[in-house]
């Protein structure tokens, strides 16, 4: 390449990074139920960052293909829809996110175990990823963010002013997830639970397109022996730091 190109191709990089670095920026990755949303919402409230679930968006997908009879593995049915799916995520008057298929509040169905499962097949899909990618950027292009998902330090947002990795043994992860679906009155048992998300845990990391895994440079948070409130302190830690240290 000439001198002139590289010149021009080094400003393109600084501006795309600057779009992002206007604002501040949390990604947090990590397997089913280590806890990120919980703490990626609570360290938002403290913080004064908008927590985005990504997950959500993936759920909301898998819904849609379930409702219109595509099967979440079949990469040209679910293509097919994505044209007509209008996701709108919004923010009820106590920051809380509530996802939207068109006018219908999906906030409460989508966590059910059958999309879970759904969620984790079509996130597998290339058009799937390629058609949710640009509004998880949007979001942190508008705000500061803390945003949750797989992907998000590898891929979403690679230049996330923090990245964490939030993870728990599989028996601790699996005993809180079964807790939190009881409390909603989700009919499970443990074992269930536990089988479910071993298979979504599998999925996830083995999948060709941006698999579940450390972002380079993530910070490891393993919560197996800590309670719900030490968790957040360690994860509120590393947020400060980032913040001190003046990086966006
Ligand atoms: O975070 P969650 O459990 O609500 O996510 C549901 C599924 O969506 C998960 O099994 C994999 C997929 N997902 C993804 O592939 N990338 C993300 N950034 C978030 C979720």
């Given at each position: 390449m000439a001198l002139p190109q590289i010149a021009a191709a080094c400003r393109r990089l600084i501006s795309v990074r600057f779009i992002y670095m206007e604002h501040r920026s949390v990604a947090l990755d990590g397997p089913a139920a280590a806890g990120k949303s919980t703490m990626a919402r609570r360290a938002a409230g403290r913080f004064g960052l908008i927590y985005v679930d990504t997950g959500a968006l993936y759920r909301a997908v898998g819904l849609y293909a379930l409702r219109n009879n595509?099967?979440?593995?079949d990469e040209q049915a679910v293509a097919r829809l994505l044209p007509e799916i209008k996701l709108d995520m919004r923010y009820d008057e106590n920051g809380m996110q509530r996802m939207y298929l068109g006018d219908e509040d999906v906030t409460d169905e989508i966590r059910k175990p059958q999309i879970s499962a759904y969620a984790s097949d079509v996130s597998a899909l290339a058009p799937v990823r390629a058609f949710l990618l640009e509004t998880q950027r949007e979001m942190a292009r508008k705000h500061d963010v803390i945003m949750d998902g797989?992907?998000?330090?590898?891929?979403?947002?690679?230049?996330?002013?923090l990245k964490v990795f939030m993870t728990a043994q599989p028996a601790a992860r699996a005993a809180r997830r079964y807790l939190e679906l009881i409390g909603k009155g989700i009919e499970t048992t443990p074992e269930e639970v536990m089988r479910e998300m071993e298979q979504r845990d599998k999925n996830d990391s083995e999948r060709?397109?941006?698999?579940l895994k450390a972002a380079d440079g993530a910070l490891i948070l393993d919560t197996t022996e800590m309670g719900p409130d030490e968790s957040f302190e360690s994860l509120c830690a590393f947020i400060s730091n980032m913040m001190i240290s003046g990086v966006r």
């Amino acid at each position: 390449m000439a001198l002139p190109q590289i010149a021009a191709a080094c400003r393109r990089l600084i501006s795309v990074r600057f779009i992002y670095m206007e604002h501040r920026s949390v990604a947090l990755d990590g397997p089913a139920a280590a806890g990120k949303s919980t703490m990626a919402r609570r360290a938002a409230g403290r913080f004064g960052l908008i927590y985005v679930d990504t997950g959500a968006l993936y759920r909301a997908v898998g819904l849609y293909a379930l409702r219109n009879n595509a099967g979440p593995k079949d990469e040209q049915a679910v293509a097919r829809l994505l044209p007509e799916i209008k996701l709108d995520m919004r923010y009820d008057e106590n920051g809380m996110q509530r996802m939207y298929l068109g006018d219908e509040d999906v906030t409460d169905e989508i966590r059910k175990p059958q999309i879970s499962a759904y969620a984790s097949d079509v996130s597998a899909l290339a058009p799937v990823r390629a058609f949710l990618l640009e509004t998880q950027r949007e979001m942190a292009r508008k705000h500061d963010v803390i945003m949750d998902g797989r992907d998000i330090g590898t891929v979403v947002l690679p230049d996330a002013g923090l990245k964490v990795f939030m993870t728990a043994q599989p028996a601790a992860r699996a005993a809180r997830r079964y807790l939190e679906l009881i409390g909603k009155g989700i009919e499970t048992t443990p074992e269930e639970v536990m089988r479910e998300m071993e298979q979504r845990d599998k999925n996830d990391s083995e999948r060709a397109l941006a698999p579940l895994k450390a972002a380079d440079g993530a910070l490891i948070l393993d919560t197996t022996e800590m309670g719900p409130d030490e968790s957040f302190e360690s994860l509120c830690a590393f947020i400060s730091n980032m913040m001190i240290s003046g990086v966006r």
